[in-house]
C-alpha cells in the first residue's frame, strides 16, 4: 500500500468515527440559524476604538459553510447574517471581508443566496427575517441559533417577537455559544447582553454555551492556533481548490492568527464534539464537498 492510499483510508476512518458520534445537544438535522460579526468598516461613533471586529469570522464562516455542505445540509441552513456588530455600518471605504466568504461559498456550494443578509446594509431585512425563522419553531421543528457574534442582534430580533405576542414559539429554539466576549460586549451603553436576551423571551430559550474554541497555546487543540499556521498546511497544500479556497479566507486575518474559532460551535452541533482541531477538520472534509 502506498503512502497516498493508506493516507486516505485514515482519513476515511476518521470520518467514519465522527459521522458515528451522537450530534450535538440533541441537534437532528433541525433548522439552523447563524449570525457572525466579522464588521471590517470602521465605527466613527468610536475612532481608534473598534475599526473592525473580530477576523476570526473572515474564514470562520466560509468553514461552517463548508461543513453543512459536506453533509449535504445546505438546506438546513435557514437564516446566517454577518457583520452584525452592531449599529453595523455599511461597507463604504474598507473591503468587505465577510461578503467575500459568504459570496464565495454561495458560488461553490449551492446555498440559497436569499438567505443571507449583510446586516450592514439590510439591518431590518435581516432582523425581520430571523424574526420570522423564530416564529416557526416549534417542538417538532426547533430552531439552533449559533452565536457567532454580539447578543444585540439576536435581542432584537428576539424583541420584535415578544411584541408581535408569539413567544411561545422561543420555547424550541436553541442558542449555542462559545463566547463569553460574544455573549456579555457591550459597544453602546443601551445593548444587552444573552443574559437579558433570555429574560427577554421570558427563560422560554434554552441556552448552552460550550467549551471556548481557542486554545491558542496548542495548535492541536480547538480552532485557533495563534500564529502558528503549521497545523493547517494540509488546508494550504489540498489538492481540492474549493477546499484550499478556506485556506485564503482564514489568511485574510488582519491580525495574522489561525484562527476559525466560531466554525466549532457547528462543528459540535454536527458531531457532538466540542473538542475540534485542525487534524479534525482535515478528517471531517475529507477529498471533496
Not at 51 to 57: E, F, I, L, S, V
Not at 74 to 94: G, I, R
Request: hydrophobic share 35%.
Amino acid at each position: 500500500m502506498n503512502t497516498r492510499t493508506y493516507k486516505v483510508l485514515i482519513i476515511l476512518m476518521l470520518f467514519q468515527s465522527i459521522s458515528l458520534n451522537a450530534q450535538g445537544w440533541n441537534y437532528s438535522n433541525n433548522r439552523i440559524a447563524c449570525s457572525a460579526d466579522g464588521n471590517a468598516q470602521p465605527d466613527l461613533e468610536y475612532t481608534g476604538k473598534y475599526n473592525y471586529a473580530d477576523p476570526d469570522d473572515w474564514g470562520a464562516t466560509p468553514a461552517t459553510l463548508a461543513m453543512l455542505a459536506k453533509m449535504k445540509m445546505q438546506s438546513k441552513l435557514v437564516h446566517f447574517s454577518y457583520n452584525n456588530f452592531m449599529p453595523s455600518p455599511a461597507h463604504t471605504s474598507v473591503r468587505n471581508y465577510m461578503k467575500e466568504g459568504v459570496d464565495g461559498a454561495i458560488e461553490r456550494w449551492d446555498y440559497r443566496k436569499k438567505l443571507f443578509f449583510d446586516v450592514g446594509e439590510q439591518k431590518q431585512k435581516a432582523l425581520k427575517h430571523l424574526k420570522k425563522e423564530l416564529a416557526k419553531s416549534t417542538e417538532k421543528d426547533p430552531l439552533y441559533f449559533v452565536n457567532m457574534g454580539p447578543s444585540e442582534f439576536l435581542y432584537q430580533a428576539v424583541k420584535m417577537i415578544v411584541d408581535e405576542g408569539k413567544s411561545e414559539a422561543l420555547f424550541h429554539v436553541y442558542v449555542v455559544s462559545h463566547s463569553n466576549y460574544n455573549d456579555h460586549h457591550l459597544r453602546r451603553p443601551d445593548h444587552h447582553t444573552i443574559d437579558d436576551v433570555l429574560k427577554l423571551s421570558g427563560n422560554r430559550m434554552k441556552f448552552k454555551r460550550i467549551k471556548d474554541q481557542n486554545n491558542k497555546h496548542n495548535p492541536n487543540e480547538g480552532w485557533s492556533s495563534l500564529h502558528d499556521w503549521s497545523v493547517w498546511n494540509w488546508l494550504k497544500n489540498h489538492e481540492n481548490p474549493d477546499i484550499a479556497w478556506l485556506w485564503t479566507c482564514m489568511k485574510k486575518h488582519k491580525e495574522k492568527r489561525a484562527d476559525i474559532s466560531d466554525a466549532g460551535m457547528v462543528y459540535y452541533l454536527l458531531t457532538g464534539d466540542a473538542d475540534g482541531n485542525p487534524s479534525k477538520f482535515q478528517a471531517f472534509l475529507g477529498n471533496e464537498i
